[in-house]
């Protein structure tokens, strides 16, 4: 059974950071892309970032370019997004994605 499970978010100010994970079952990223997309209330969902093993050049939205870095662990079956100098426009529900199927989403809030 396919399953991502995503976590790592919460409420940070300004500048703050956090580290997002994805944990994937059912498939290895040795052979999936996994990408994270995110959905701000009232907006539609946006694609962030992207990682595949078969790539060396991640995609990141321009919107967070120099601001957040993916990277796996393939050994943990884990995909990361560390997210630096957080905006309140980077307030959203943030989802991974892979081999069609969403995790649950984690939700980032960054007050002003």
């Known amino acids: 059974e396919v399953q991502l499970q995503a976590s790592g978010g919460g409420l940070v100010q300004t500048g703050g950071s956090l580290r997002l994970s994805c944990a994937v079952s059912g498939f290895t990223l040795d052979d999936f892309a996994i990408g994270w997309f995110r959905q701000a209330p009232g907006k539609e969902r946006e694609g962030v970032s992207c990682?595949?093993?078969?790539?060396?050049?991640?995609y990141y939205a321009d919107s967070v370019k120099g601001r957040f870095t993916i990277s796996s662990d393939n050994a943990k079956n884990t995909v990361y997004l560390q997210m630096n100098g957080l905006k309140p426009e980077d307030t959203a529900l943030y989802y991974c994605?892979?081999?069609?199927?969403w995790g649950q989403g984690t939700l980032v809030t960054v007050s002003s």
């Open positions: 990682i595949s093993s078969s790539d060396p050049s991640p």
């Open positions: 994605l892979g081999r069609w199927s």
